[in-house]
């Protein structure tokens, strides 16, 4: 069923797109390690209830990895199952404009999406809550996830981008479950989220927050075009108790 506060699933209609975004599609694909990631996974924007907790328990698996090494199985299972539960309530509330702070963001899911029927994935991978089981659509394997978050700053973070006031937006809870990673789908979704940005929203700027010393993430982020706009001082980092995060920008208009 969707979300109670929302009519239906959404899914954004298939709109022209510039030559500098399809040469950029056609890159990710050729960098992918296996053809699947370019072949039956597909990238959604949805507002289904089924997507919204499989996008939960995609982000939670994707950052299982915080969990102590010395933690039991058990422990482990059942840290995953409360950051499923507790994200599934966060994201809901977002996307119904409900959850505090966010008044004035609009915030718009991306799943990347596998068929349940594939043999792609090992499902015992999975938490049986990345399936999406829906009445409208084939069963699915939610396997990556992220927000655009549309408004002038993103709640909860110091760093806000200088650049199109009023016509900004950040990506946000960028995850591609373990088992589906290096295939290209993290880029697939960064791509998807960008073309929506500007062509459903007018976004001109599309940012993210990076933590400052995870290098990958930068790095994948530089390979879809964003550069480097600010990043918070060390004095910062002490105060807030946190790694300090670099803000990376993206100029989506076209010239």
């Known amino acids: 069923a969707a979300l109670h506060c929302m009519a239906s699933s959404v899914v ?10 399809t040469r950029a599609r056609a890159r990710q694909c050729s960098r992918a390690t296996t053809s699947p990631s370019c072949s039956t996974i597909t990238i959604d924007v949805s507002s289904h209830a ?3 907790v499989g996008a939960a328990a995609c982000r939670a698996l994707s950052f299982s990895q915080n969990v102590p090494s010395d933690r039991s199985a058990f422990a482990k299972r059942a840290h995953v199952a409360m950051k499923i539960e507790n994200e599934t309530t966060s994201l809901t509330n977002k996307l119904c404009g409900a959850e505090v ?9 991306i799943v990347a999406r596998a068929p349940a029927s594939s043999a792609q994935y090992d499902i015992r991978e999975f938490d049986p809550a990345s399936l999406s ?9 939610i396997v990556g996830s992220l927000d655009i978050n549309i408004g002038d ?18 990506l946000s809870n960028v995850g591609v479950a ?10 697939r979704m960064i791509e998807r989220a960008s073309i929506i940005a500007r062509d459903e929203y007018a976004v001109h700027t599309l940012y993210v927050h990076v933590q400052h ?7 994948l982020y530089e390979r879809s075009d964003f550069i480097r706009e600010a990043q918070e001082t060390a004095g910062a980092e002490s105060s807030l108790g946190r790694p300090a995060r ?3 920008r993206r100029d989506l208009r076209i010239h």
């Open 213 to 219: 010393d995870n290098d990958a993430a930068i790095a």
């Open 133 to 141: 089981v829906r009445d409208d659509a084939e069963t699915s394997l």
């Open 50 to 52: 089924s997507d919204v």
């Open 101 to 109: 702070g966010y008044e004035n963001v609009k915030v718009v899911l």
């Open 246 to 248: 670099v803000l990376l």
């Open 178 to 187: 373990p088992a589906a990673r290096r295939t290209g789908v993290a880029s």
């Open 12 to 21: 954004a209609p298939s709109r022209g797109v510039s030559p500098v975004f």
């Open 153 to 170: 700053r993103l709640p909860a973070e110091e760093l806000a981008g200088t650049r199109s006031l009023g016509r900004r937006a950040y």
